[in-house]
């Protein structure tokens, strides 16, 4: 269950503005349940949730015949066909794990030097792959399991079992290429955006492969999507309204904070769901994200004292682990003394609590949201509160939460460039 705590944003907001524009919140609110907002045909995530599962036993018997049989699994997506299986592996795996399977993900962006050395660490290894695209047209992926698909056809004679196909029921360029090739597929349903589809099979498959429990992961994000939905006092609720009215008075910016470096595949996960969602009609928040305390390094200065229009979100872990404890040592040499009998976990705390203060001071509103742990069920809390807020907070700012025409004017004029036919 996800907390969160406005303590530092109080200031910053006016009490009467927040309680007269609470009738809109519960109206966005209601249009979201009832499906009766701008693009309530792509709520297909929620009855995912909700009412029809996706197919975890098939999920978890691919997961379980790939880290049987491969060294390397290759995930081939880009948005919303790559960053969720990413923010949530990243989130559960622990720091310095080893694994026998080794996750790689290619088609997510276009460097020729990554895609050649890609190729070439392949070598000699059990590769399986799983190509992620709702349309199968996109450049990223296309050409990465172009290149992918052929060296499986020139390595191994049993390629057909070995390329798992992520796309649309139907239509599409994937769909033909598996019926002609026989390759197995698992469906993004029809009704579930790319950014809203890390909890489909579109996540689920990398997610499982990597050792991770899917059904706590589905679990955690059922059971808080249906507290966000009773009638309850609401936390992702009071986000959308309290971004709201900070976008209003001026504010540009979210910096999403988080002090665990595994929640940076997260951070990148958000980034996706709130700039696409909110991004339209010159509206929304820029979403960025910064690692702390790495960042109070670099970033940390115009937090405090740079241009006034941001606002920060702190995403903290409630039991993140105590980490080791700090001993005496004699003679106190690096004067570190005074913090002995303290764990890592409580002085990460201070280095937060005070943070959220100081940045407060200088003039930064600041939320926390707090993740009870770093397991699957706090990490699909999460990805159920972002995705419950920040359609509440799209109807808030009167536009489509759920489409993303803008995302074609530059592929209109790449395509251009490489002569791509009509
Ligand atoms: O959110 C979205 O719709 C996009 O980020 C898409 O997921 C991304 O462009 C990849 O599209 P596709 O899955 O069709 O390859």
Redesign the pocket.
């Known amino acids: 269950m996800i907390a969160l705590d406005r303590q530092h944003l109080a200031p910053f907001l006016d009490d009467s503005a927040r309680a007269s524009l609470q009738p809109y919140v519960l109206d966005a609110h209601r249009a979201v349940l009832n499906g009766t907002g701008a693009g309530a045909d792509m709520l297909g995530w929620r009855d995912l949730l909700l009412s029809t599962p996706p197919p975890l036993d098939a999920i978890e018997e691919v997961a379980e015949e790939i880290r049987e049989r491969a060294d390397v699994l290759v995930c081939i997506?880009?948005?919303?066909?790559y960053l969720g299986a990413k923010a949530v592996i990243d989130a559960l795996t622990p720091a310095f794990a080893e694994d026998d399977l080794e996750i790689v993900f290619a088609g997510h962006h276009l460097s020729p030097g990554y895609h050649e050395r890609l190729l070439e660490t392949l070598q000699g290894k059990s590769v399986y792959v799983n190509v992620?695209?709702?349309?199968g047209s996109?450049l990223e992926?296309s050409l990465a399991f172009r290149f992918i698909r052929r060296y499986l056809e020139r390595t191994f004679d049993d390629t057909a079992e070995r390329i798992i196909v992520t796309t649309g029921p139907t239509g599409g360029l994937l769909n033909p290429l598996r019926d002609e090739k026989g390759y197995r597929k698992f469906v993004l349903p029809d009704g579930v955006?790319?950014?809203f589809s890390v909890l489909t099979p579109v996540g689920l498959l990398p997610i499982a492969a990597a050792g991770h429990d899917v059904r706590a992961l589905v679990g955690g994000a059922s059971d808080e999507l249906k507290r966000l939905d009773g009638p309850q006092a609401n936390p992702a609720l009071d986000y959308a309204a309290d971004r709201y009215l900070l976008h209003e008075q001026g504010y540009k910016t979210e910096l999403l904070a988080a002090f665990e470096p595994r929640l940076a595949g997260v951070g990148g996960w958000w980034q996706?769901l709130f700039g696409?969602s909110e991004g339209k009609e010159h509206k929304g928040l820029f979403p960025a994200v910064a690692q702390y305390t790495s960042d109070l390094h670099s970033l940390g200065q115009y937090v405090q004292q740079g241009q006034r229009s941001l606002v920060e979100s702190f995403l903290w872990v409630d039991d993140a682990g105590d980490g080791p404890t700090v001993g005496e040592e004699d003679g106190n040499p690096d004067e570190l003394n005074y913090l002995a009998g303290k764990t890592y976990a409580e002085i990460n705390r201070s280095a937060y609590e005070a943070t959220a203060a100081a940045h407060a001071e200088g003039g930064v509103p600041n939320w926390t949201l707090t993740m009870p742990g770093l397991d699957a069920r706090s990490v699909g809390a999460l990805i159920a509160f972002y995705e419950h807020a920040v359609a509440v907070g799209g109807y808030l700012l009167g536009i489509n939460p759920f489409d993303?025409p803008g995302?074609e004017n530059y592929k209109q004029k790449m395509f251009s460039l490489l002569g791509r036919p009509e």
């Open positions: 997506g880009i948005g919303g066909s992620i695209s709702k349309s996109t992926p955006g790319g950014r996706q696409e993303q995302v």
